[in-house]
C-alpha cells in the first residue's frame, strides 16, 4: 500500500500529501434490555491536499484504487492552482520537516469475537443492572468501537501506515428525583479492539454498583451554590481541563485568530506544580487511548510542554501555522475521515502527574466542592472554558457532604491554573474523549486530581 | 436505486424476510478562508450505503462506502451476523408507505468562481466594516446531496438538495485584546449575494466589535435572559426536541410523557416541525425508514399537541407515527427585539450558552458568552465570567416576549425570546 501511495505522491509537481484512510465502527445500543442498534460501519477513501502559489487544494474520492488516488492528487492540485491564481499571493514554500516514517498495527492479536460476544455483554449487564439496581427508570448501554487505519505518503518522502483502535462502553442510568429523572453515566473501556477490552468489560460489575450508588445520592442532591468556590477536580476531570482550558487556546490556529496565549510564551502562567503536555504515540505512559505518532502531512509526532512548571512554552503547529508563527510544525495535524483535510488537532493532552494525596487536598477544603465526572466542554480565546459536571459532592470543613446535580464549571484558564495548590499523584486518562472542532476526532485526555478555584453555575 | 434494490433483494437472497437499503451521496466543493487570505478549494466526494436487514424480528445493520460488489456481500454477511446475535423485537419491521417521484431541491451543480469569489470579497468587506474582527475557520460551501431508499416492501424514494451554506468563526481582537469566541452560520438554495449579510452575521459582527471591554455581571440575581436566534437552537430547541421525542418516551426519563393535550410552556411559545420547509435545505422529504416526512405542530400556543415519533417508535411503543425531526420552526412574536429589551429591567441579552448538555429534567447551567447585561431597559455593557442557570421547563412557561424578527438558518428558523426567572452570577 505504501509503495503504491509513494509511487503516485511522486508524480506530483510540488508539495502534495496522498492517503488512504478507513474509519471502521461498530455501535451496539441497548435501553431497556432492548437492542435499538445493532450497526456496522467501513467508511474508506482516498485523498490528498497540495500546496501552490501559497495556497492549498484537497481532493477526495470514495475509493481506494490507483485510479482514484490518481484523480485526487491531479484535482487537489487543480483546486490549488485555481485558488492560487484569484488569491495571487507570493509562493512561500510550506516548512520541511524530518520524513514520518513507520508503520504502527495496534489491531489486536487476539482471537477475533463476533456480534454474538457483543450483544451478549450488554445482555448480560443490563440483567446485572436489573438484579442490582432497583427503582432504575431507564438503563442505557452503548458499545462503541472505532479503528482508524491511515496510510500516508508525501512528496517530503514521508512514508507511514498507523492502526489506531478505540473500544468504550456508555453505562447510563436513570432515576427519578423529587423533582424530575435524574441520570448519570460513566465511560468505561479505552485502547484498543473489543477482543482487547472484553476481559475488563464484562467485570464492571464493581464499577457499576459504584455508579449506581453515586445516582441514588445525586437523586437526593442539591443545586450548588452559584459562585466561585474552592474544588478538588478529581483526575477523571483533569484531562477535560487540560484540553479545554489550556490545550484549545494553545493550537497555533486560534492563536492566530487571537487566542489570549498568543505573546505569552515565556510568561508564568500557572502554578510551578503545572506541566502540561499535549503527547504524541500513546502519551508518556503508553495510557492514552489514541496512538499517533506521524501526523496527517507526514510529520513525526513531537511531545509538546505547552506548559512546564507554571510556565507557557509551546503551541500547537501545523506546517501553514508554524510558517506563520515562524516556528516548528510539531506533529499537530490530523484528519478524521478520509473527506477531511489534516488541521491543528489535539493528540493526547494530560496535566503531569505530582505528588499530592487526593485525600489532603479534600481535607484542604472549608467549604467547595468536589467534582468527580465531567460531560461536555469548550474553549474560548480568552481561555475562559467550561465543562459540565455530571457526578460530585460538597465539602465541608473538610469532608465530603451532600451529592450535588449536574452542573456546568468554567473560569479563566490560567486564572484556574494560577490557583492550583496541590497536584495529584495519581494519573487517569480518560475512556472516550472526542473533540469537535470542524470535525470530530478522537483525542486523549488525561491528568490527575488537582485543587483549584473556579465558577460554578447552580442556584 | 429502483424499488426493491439489488442490494435489498441480494440481502433477501442471503438469508434475511427483509431488507432495505439507503445510499448517501455527497459531493461538495468548499472554499476555507480567514480574515487576511484565502486557505483552501476543497473538493469532496462520498458514498455510503447503508444495509438493513431483518430476520425473525432481529434486525443487523451495516454501511460501506459505495456499492462494489464485494464490499455490498460483505455488508450483508456484517448485517446478517449482527442480526442473528441480536434478540427478536418485533418493532423490528420495514415501513409500508406510500412512494412519492423522486424530487430535486436547489442547484445541480456549484457555481466554483461564485464560491471563491464571494469569499475574497468577504475578506475586504471584513478589513473595511469590521476591521477589529478575526476570523480563522471560514466555510463557504456547495453541497449536493442525493438520498435513495428502497426496500424489500417495494417502497423506494429519492431526493436530491443542492444549497449553498457559510459558516464562520470570529472574535473581537485589538490591541492584544481578545473577546470571545463566536460562531454562526447558515445554508440557502440561492448563493449568497453577499457573506457579511448571511444568518445573523452582520449582527454578530458588530457586536464583537463592541465587546473588547467585558466584565463580569453584579454579584449573583434571578434576571431575565435574553435569548437570540443563535444561542436558542443549542440552549433550548435541540434538548428540548430530545425530551419531546420518541426515544425519551421509550426510555420513561421525558418530563412531558404525560403532558399531552396541557400547556408546557408560554401561550406566547409554539414549536413546529417543519422537515418539507420551502426555505430549509437541510430538511428532508422522507426519513430514514423511507417514510415521507410532514408537517406536525409540536407545541401549540403553549400546549403540547404531539411527540416526534418515528417508525420504530411507532411500533415499539404503539403510537401513531408523527414526523422526522429535521426543520424547526418557533413562530414569530408582535414585539421587536428592541422593545423586548427596553422592557427588561435587569438581566442579560444572550447570543451564546456555552454549557453543559442539559439532563432530562431540563436543568441548565453555563456561560453566557457575547452576552450583554442589561438593566432599566439598556444594553449596558458586554459580559464575561458571568455564568446562567435555571430549568428549561421552567423557563419556557416564563417566556414574557418573543420578537418579531427572525433568522431562518436554513434548517430552523428562530426568534428571540425573553423569559424571567434565571440565575445570573458574575464571578
Known amino acids: ?459 | 436505486m429502483a424499488a426493491a434494490s439489488p442490494e435489498s433483494d441480494l440481502a433477501c437472497a442471503a438469508g434475511a424476510d427483509a431488507a432495505q437499503a439507503a445510499l448517501a451521496r455527497n459531493e461538495m466543493v468548499e472554499v476555507e478562508f480567514d480574515t487576511r487570505r484565502l486557505q483552501l478549494l476543497r473538493t469532496t466526494e462520498d458514498e455510503t450505503t447503508s444495509l438493513a436487514v431483518f430476520k425473525g424480528g432481529r434486525k443487523g445493520t451495516a454501511a460501506i462506502t459505495g456499492l462494489a460488489p464485494e464490499s455490498v456481500r460483505a455488508a450483508i454477511d456484517a448485517a446478517l451476523a449482527a442480526a442473528a446475535a441480536a434478540p427478536p423485537d418485533p418493532a423490528n419491521q420495514i415501513a409500508e408507505a406510500a412512494p412519492a417521484p423522486p424530487r430535486v431541491h436547489g442547484p445541480v451543480a456549484a457555481d466554483r468562481d461564485h464560491l471563491v469569489d464571494r469569499a475574497h470579497e468577504h475578506i475586504a468587506a471584513m478589513a473595511r466594516d469590521f476591521p477589529a474582527v478575526v476570523s480563522r475557520n471560514a466555510y463557504h460551501r456547495f453541497t449536493r446531496t442525493r438520498r435513495s431508499f428502497a426496500s424489500s416492501a417495494g417502497l423506494a424514494q429519492q431526493e436530491t438538495r443542492g444549497r449553498y451554506s457559510f459558516w464562520t468563526m470570529f472574535a473581537g481582537r485589538r490591541d492584544g485584546r481578545s473577546t470571545s469566541l463566536n460562531y454562526s452560520g447558515a445554508s440557502a438554495y440561492k448563493p449568497f449575494p453577499q457573506l457579511i449579510e448571511v444568518g445573523s452575521l452582520h449582527r454578530l459582527y458588530g457586536e464583537a466589535s463592541r465587546s473588547f471591554d467585558m466584565r463580569p455581571a453584579p454579584g449573583k440575581f434571578v434576571g431575565d435572559v435574553i435569548i437570540t436566534p443563535d444561542a436558542l437552537e443549542g440552549m433550548l430547541l435541540w434538548p428540548l426536541a430530545r425530551v419531546l421525542g420518541g426515544y425519551s418516551l421509550m426510555s420513561g426519563t421525558s418530563p412531558y410523557k404525560e403532558k399531552r393535550g396541557q400547556a408546557i410552556a408560554s401561550p406566547l411559545f409554539s414549536l413546529l416541525n417543519r422537515p418539507t420547509a420551502a426555505s430549509f435545505p437541510e430538511g428532508q422529504d422522507f426519513d430514514g425508514y423511507g417514510v415521507p416526512t410532514h408537517d406536525l405542530d409540536v407545541i401549540r400556543d403553549g400546549v403540547l399537541e404531539d411527540f416526534l415519533v418515528d417508525f420504530y417508535i411507532a411500533k415499539k411503543l404503539g403510537l401513531k407515527q408523527t414526523a422526522g425531526a429535521t426543520g424547526f420552526v418557533i413562530p414569530p412574536g408582535a414585539k421587536s427585539e428592541a422593545d423586548i429589551v427596553a422592557e427588561t429591567t435587569r438581566g442579560i441579552l444572550l447570543t451564546r450558552f456555552s454549557g453543559g448538555s442539559p439532563a432530562d429534567n431540563l436543568d441548565f447551567s453555563g456561560i453566557a458568552k457575547n452576552a450583554f447585561y442589561v438593566e432599566d431597559g439598556k444594553l449596558r455593557y458586554p459580559l464575561a465570567e458571568t455564568m446562567i442557570s435555571g430549568n428549561l421547563r421552567e423557563l419556557l412557561l416564563a417566556i414574557r416576549a418573543i420578537s418579531k424578527e427572525t433568522i431562518d438558518f436554513g434548517s430552523t428558523r428562530l426568534p428571540t425570546i425573553a423569559a424571567g426567572g434565571v440565575t445570573i452570577h458574575g464571578r
Not at chain 1, 321 to 338: D, H, M
Not at chain 1, 402 to 416: H, K, N, P
Not at chain 1, 418 to 447: N, R
Open chain 1, 1 to 459: 500500500m505504501l509503495d503504491r501511495l509513494e509511487r503516485i505522491v511522486a508524480t506530483a509537481p510540488g508539495y502534495a500529501e496522498l492517503r488512504l484512510h478507513r474509519n471502521i465502527s461498530r455501535r451496539l445500543f441497548m435501553r431497556r434490555g432492548t437492542l435499538i442498534e445493532n450497526a456496522s460501519a467501513t467508511l474508506a477513501g482516498g485523498s490528498a491536499r497540495c500546496h501552490a502559489l501559497g495556497t492549498f487544494g484537497f481532493t477526495s474520492l470514495p475509493a481506494e484504487d490507483d485510479a482514484a488516488l490518481e484523480r485526487v492528487l491531479r484535482d487537489a492540485r487543480a483546486n490549488a492552482d485555481q485558488l492560487g491564481r484569484r488569491a495571487a499571493y507570493s509562493d512561500q514554500p510550506l516548512p520541511a520537516t524530518p520524513r514520518g516514517e513507520g508503520v504502527w498495527d495496534y489491531r489486536t492479536k487476539r482471537p477475533k469475537l463476533g456480534a454474538a460476544a457483543r450483544v451478549d455483554l450488554l445482555k448480560r449487564l443490563d440483567a446485572y443492572i436489573g438484579a442490582h439496581c432497583p427503582n432504575l427508570l431507564n438503563v442505557d448501554l452503548t458499545l462503541q468501537e472505532l479503528a482508524i487505519e491511515k496510510a500516508l505518503a508525501t512528496s517530503e518522502g514521508a512514508r507511514t501506515q498507523c492502526v489506531s483502535p478505540r473500544t468504550v462502553l456508555y453505562v447510563q442510568m436513570s432515576m427519578q428525583g423529587g423533582d424530575g429523572p435524574v441520570q448519570l453515566y460513566q465511560v468505561f473501556g479505552g485502547f484498543g479492539e473489543f477482543e482487547d477490552q472484553a476481559e475488563a468489560l464484562a467485570a464492571l460489575a464493581p464499577a457499576i454498583d459504584r455508579l449506581y450508588a453515586d445516582l441514588r445520592r445525586k437523586a437526593e442532591g442539591v443545586h450548588p451554590d452559584a459562585g466561585f468556590h474552592d474544588v478538588v477536580l478529581d483526575s477523571d476531570l483533569a484531562g477535560i481541563l487540560a484540553h479545554e482550558a489550556i490545550g484549545h487556546t494553545c493550537e497555533a490556529d486560534l492563536v492566530l485568530a487571537g487566542s489570549i496565549a498568543g505573546g505569552r510564551i515565556g510568561e508564568q502562567v500557572a502554578s510551578e506544580k503545572i506541566t502540561l503536555m499535549d503527547q504524541g504515540g500513546r502519551g508518556f505512559d503508553g495510557g492514552s487511548t489514541i496512538a499517533i505518532h506521524v501526523d496527517d502531512e507526514g510529520t513525526p509526532c513531537r511531545d509538546i510542554a505547552i506548559i512546564e512548571k507554571g510556565v507557557l512554552r509551546g503551541f500547537l503547529n501545523n506546517k501553514a501555522t508554524a510558517q506563520e508563527l515562524e516556528a516548528e510544525p510539531t506533529g499537530n495535524a490530523r484528519a478524521f475521515t478520509f473527506a477531511d483535510e489534516p488541521i491543528v488537532r489535539m493528540r493526547s493532552t494530560c496535566i503531569m502527574p505530582g505528588t499530592d494525596k487526593l485525600q489532603d487536598m479534600i481535607g484542604a477544603v472549608e467549604r467547595g466542592y468536589y467534582l468527580k465526572r465531567s460531560s461536555n466542554g469548550q474553549a474560548d480565546l480568552t481561555s475562559e472554558f467550561m465543562f459540565g459536571v455530571v457526578c460530585g459532592c460538597e465539602i465541608v470543613n473538610g469532608k465530603l457532604g451532600r451529592a450535588i446535580r449536574d452542573t456546568t464549571i468554567s473560569g479563566v484558564a490560567f486564572d484556574v491554573l494560577k490557583a492550583v495548590t496541590h497536584v495529584g499523584d495519581t494519573m487517569t486518562w480518560s475512556g472516550g474523549g472526542f473533540c469537535g472542532k470542524k470535525t470530530l476526532i478522537p483525542v486523549g485526555m488525561g491528568g490527575p486530581a488537582i485543587k483549584t478555584k473556579l465558577n460554578i453555575g447552580g442556584r
